[in-house]
């Protein structure tokens, strides 16, 4: 029995010895350490033998990066993160953490979502992950629109914020409020600010805010100010003579020759000026329509976006 026992004994001690021994060997005479030492001369088998810690940890931070999919599953030590190791003059090495391309990715729209404020939108507008191809490939009918969306975009980032804005017209479902949210976020990464409104439950909810008016002004004042307000379905709200004529009036009115707006809507300039002109409340009142059109209609550029409905699609 006793020889048994000591022969365990000794297989114990030697096993994992061995697999340690294996395992500094598979680390000596890996790639990443004979790159290492065919770059710096002055590496030595000892330092390397003394950054095996190190050296480990860089070849797994690789290996776990060609299999990542995303940032919430990296495995590594610092999340979005992997091992770089840099050799000095003297023959030390250092090692350095460096985001990875989808930390990178994730940080840059976190950075952009930031910048842009929504009220009763989707945010998965905002997120899409936009791809031209795609907006033309699913329904060439509305590639000049898209071109057009395009050219403006590049025209902002060559000669900075535009003062007219632009008015998407068209049917139900072609796209105008995925248009909008693709140039909302492409801006934004040139460091704009942007807010983005579905103007009809928008209205409904200011309504709440008559007995909280320092709240009312301060949402008034963003829109006011932002670098680029996009209105989403001008015409689908429930019109009322307040908010046509002292909330949409009194942010069309500070943003005229200083801000871009945005809008999207069914209607046609003519329609839409139809609509403003006509509340439940006070009925047909012509001038008042007309004084929020000219606010529109001339620091515009009118886009008409053409195309099948994809909601049906779906």
């Not at 680390?27 to 390397?48: F, G």
């Not at 030590?77 to 003059?89: A, N, S």
């Not at 579905?198 to 320092?214: G, N, R, T, V, W």
């Not at 680029?228 to 019109?239: I, R």
Request: overall charge neutral; some cysteine; hydrophobic content about 30%.
């Amino acid at each position: 029995m006793d020889s048994i026992g000591e022969a365990l004994r000794e297989f114990m001690a030697r096993g994992p010895g061995k697999a340690v021994h294996d395992k500094i060997n598979q680390l000596m005479n890996h790639e990443l350490v004979q790159e290492l030492k065919s770059k710096h001369s002055q590496l030595t088998d000892s330092t390397i033998r003394a950054n095996l810690n190190r050296i480990n940890e860089c070849i797994t931070d690789r290996s776990n990066c060609e299999k990542c999919i995303n940032v919430e599953g990296c495995p590594n030590l610092l999340q979005g993160h992997f091992t770089e190791l840099d050799v000095d003059e003297q023959g030390n090495i250092n090692e350095r953490k460096s985001p990875c391309a989808l930390w990178r990715r994730k940080t840059n729209q976190d950075s952009i979502e930031k910048r842009i404020r929504t009220f009763h939108v989707d945010k998965t507008v905002l997120t899409n992950g936009y791809n031209i191809e795609e907006m033309l490939r699913l329904d060439t009918a509305r590639s000049k629109s898209v071109f057009q969306i395009v050219e403006y975009i590049a025209r902002t980032k060559k000669e900075g914020r535009q003062q007219k804005g632009l008015y998407l017209s068209g049917d139900l479902g072609t796209g105008k409020t995925y248009l909008m949210g693709y140039l909302i976020n492409e801006l934004a990464k040139q460091g704009l600010t942007g807010i983005m409104v579905y103007l009809p439950d928008f209205c409904e909810d200011l309504k709440s805010l008559f007995q909280e008016p320092a709240k009312l002004t301060e949402t008034v004042e963003l829109l006011k100010k932002a670098d680029l307000l996009v209105l989403d379905d001008l015409g689908a709200e429930n019109l009322n003579p307040w908010f046509r004529d002292h909330v949409l009036g009194a942010i069309l009115n500070y943003r005229m020759n200083r801000l871009p707006t945005f809008y999207t809507s069914n209607f046609d300039l003519d329609d839409l000026e139809d609509h403003l002109c006509f509340t439940n409340k006070e009925g047909y009142d012509e001038n008042k329509g007309k004084r929020i059109m000219e606010r529109i209609r001339h620091y515009t550029d009118q886009i008409r976006v053409n195309g099948f409905n994809k909601r049906y699609s779906k």
